[in-house]
T-cell receptor
Framework: SQTIHQWPATLVQPVGSPLSLECTVEGTSNPNLYWYRQAAGRGLQLLFYSVGIGQISSEVPQNLSASRPQDRQFILSSKKLLLSDSGFYLC??????????FGNGTRLTVT | GEDVEQSLFLSVREGDSSVINCTYTDSSSTYLYWYKQEPGAGLQLLTY?????DMKQDQRLTVLLNKKDKHLSLRIADTQTGDSAIYFC?????????????FGSGTRLLVRP
């Protein structure tokens, strides 16, 4: 069966510090991968998606970036965090249009 | 562009029916979805409806789709305290092979005992 792992579960980082969130998927190959962000009082915003290794599409311009160094690994990064980067970050994968499978999320607080 | 809107909050008494509403803008969406998010967790697919359907029923869940008004609703019959969660409406843009979904802001459902 397929599983998706996201870590860390919680993170507190100072403004200006770097960020690296990692997501891995097991039990499937060549999935589409996604990073979503859920900010307090706001909906779920698609940040990046990838349909293959090294292929990244950005939905929202900002100081975050994403990379897919391996087929089932998706990384969200920032060189310098802003206060506005606080939120709940969700990784997800899909092999078809019917179901998006989400990880348990990382709660990021930038102080 | 694509946009999905939902009311932010709904409170019902246990045993009553809940109706969560959603409006969307992309009339060419192939599928429309309802996802559920429990506290501190990711989202899980509850149900989906193909765009050429008007209604879909799955146990306590009924989805109604009004394509003319671009309105989607989720009815939960005999709502239980375990149904308390955030419910997200989502659409899949037609012709988009990335399978990405556009989500609404979520409706927080509170079920009172």
């Amino acid at each position: 069966s397929q599983t998706i792992h996201q870590w860390p579960a919680t993170l507190v980082q100072p403004v200006g510090s770097p960020l690296s969130l990692e997501c891995t998927v097991e039990g499937t190959s060549n999935p589409n991968l996604y990073w979503y962000r859920q900010a307090a009082g706001r909906g779920l915003q698609l940040l990046f998606y990838s349909v293959g290794i090294g292929q990244i599409s950005s939905e929202v311009p900002q100081n975050l970036s994403a990379s897919r160094p391996q087929d089932r690994q998706f990384i969200l990064s920032s060189k310098k965090l802003l206060l506005s980067d606080s939120g709940f970050y969700l990784c997800a994968w899909a092999r078809d249009i019917l179901t998006l499978h989400f990880g348990n999320g990382t709660r990021l607080t930038v102080t | 562009g694509e946009d999905v809107e939902q009311s932010l909050f709904l409170s019902v008494r246990e045993g009553d029916s809940s109706v969560i509403n959603c409006t969307y803008t992309d009339s060419s969406s192939t599928y429309l979805y309802w996802y559920k998010q429990e506290p501190g967790a990711g989202l899980q697919l509850l149900t989906y409806i193909f765009s050429n359907m008007d209604m879909k029923q799955d146990q306590r869940l009924t989805v109604l789709l009004n394509k003319k008004d671009k309105h989607l609703s989720l009815r939960i019959a005999d709502t239980q305290t375990g149904d308390s969660a955030i419910y997200f409406c989502a659409e899949s843009p037609k012709g988009d092979s990335s399978y990405k979904l556009i989500f609404g802001s979520g409706t927080r459902l509170l079920v009172r005992p």
